[in-house]
């Protein structure tokens, strides 16, 4: 009943609108995010504000697309690739609120995604760019993208990058985060090869897992205190596309963060023979002199990146590693955006 008021409200505010007014609906699409220095730890859990600052690249060609129609039924209800979704329906409901206030209609919320979802490839962060933009047009609530992204970060901390394109920094102040766009998709034309090595989803989210880290990792203080020289080196190599120092600094980090994994308790891994293996691969590909730089997300998938002269010896490299079973390919995106129904 409370949501309802929305609708007599906005219809109020524009008199005659009602019998002319389109339905309430909009589509946007973004794409995953992954960081190079990594966002590992809450500072607040209600809010979920991150603890540290992190950097990321946003991926082009992996995709979620969604549509939010306020269609003021009796509930809302979420859709992802064609089944209902009830798990994640509350995340959803929470961040439309954000977006169009808690007097808004009921929405129904259709997703498609083209790759697998939570499997360690930040299907959240694409999702919930993509729903804050969508509602943000539904609703005609007309927030800038800095609010959508904390909005959206408010839902999945690594969403936040995800309504940006290219290389972006998220500051995380006392109070909220504040996003930087470091360099635009076109500017500096990173590959990414991802190597798939399990389907399934993971046992243990992202978010529980932080948690985990922070109450029984005895790493935990060090590595919170140490991320901004992180993010210092990470910034100062993208300002100067120095691919090597990039490259360093993203695995240093990247292995900072399981290891705060590794030594909570009880242990988190997200490896299995096949990441290690991936890992071997790309040190191997260094050593032959070419460029390439892993790094691993709450998942076993490895994503190895590489500039364009190097991208097809590490796929075809990758491609041999064992246990590998498929890969993807991509370069660098743009940021969430609307698209036509
Ligand atoms: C390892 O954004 O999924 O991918 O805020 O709890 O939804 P929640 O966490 P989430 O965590 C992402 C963790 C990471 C590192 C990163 O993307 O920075």
């Known amino acids: 009943m409370v ?11 524009a008199p005659g609108e009602t019998t002319t007014r389109q339905k309430m609906t909009a589509s946007a699409e973004a794409h995953p995010n992954i960081a190079l220095v990594k966002y590992w ?50 995340r959803v409901t929470r961040c439309l609120d954000l977006v169009a206030g808690v007097d808004r209609p009921c ?4 997703s498609q995604c083209n790759f697998p979802i939570g499997a360690g490839l930040a299907s959240s962060a ?12 539904a609703a005609e609530t007309g927030h800038e993208a800095l609010v959508l992204a904390k909005i959206a970060g408010a839902a999945s901390g690594s969403a936040a990058r995800s309504l940006y394109g290219g290389v972006v920094e998220l500051s995380a102040g006392d109070d909220e985060i504040d996003l930087t766009q470091l360099a635009e998709a076109d500017e500096w034309p990173l590959q ?9 989803e993971k046992p243990l ?34 300002a100067v596309k120095d691919f090597v120092a990039l490259g360093e600094v993203a695995e240093h980090n990247c ?32 050593e032959n002199g070419h460029h390439a730089f ?48």
């Open 107 to 110: 929405a129904t919320v259709e």
């Open 192 to 200: 990414v090869v991802v190597a798939i090595t399990a389907e399934e």
């Open 255 to 286: 292995l900072k963060m399981h290891s705060v994994m590794w030594s909570s308790r009880p242990p988190i891994v997200y490896w299995n023979q096949a990441t290690l293996a991936c890992m071997e691969s790309v040190r191997l590909l260094r």
């Open 205 to 238: 989210g992202s978010g529980a897992a932080m948690i985990r880290s922070a109450e029984t990792s005895p790493f935990y203080s060090s590595w919170i205190e140490r991320q901004d020289d992180d993010l210092a080196l990470a910034r100062d190599a993208v």
């Open 294 to 341: 892993f790094t691993i997300d709450a998942g076993p998938q490895v994503k190895v990146f590489s500039m364009p002269d190097a991208v097809d010896i590490v796929e075809e490299v990758l491609r041999k590693t064992p246990g590998v079973l498929r890969m993807l390919r991509t370069g660098v995106g743009d940021g969430a955006r609307l698209i036509p129904k």
């Open 126 to 137: 694409s999702a919930f760019a993509a729903l804050t933009v969508a509602a943000n047009a």
């Open 41 to 90: 730890g809450k500072r607040d859990l209600a809010r979920n504000l991150p603890a540290v600052g992190s950097l990321s690249v946003t991926l082009a060609d992996l995709c979620t697309q969604m549509t939010v129609d306020f269609d003021a039924g009796d509930s809302d209800r979420l859709i992802i690739n064609g089944q209902e979704a009830p798990a994640m329906l509350s």
């Open 3 to 13: 949501r309802a008021r929305f609708e007599q409200v906005s219809y109020n505010l």
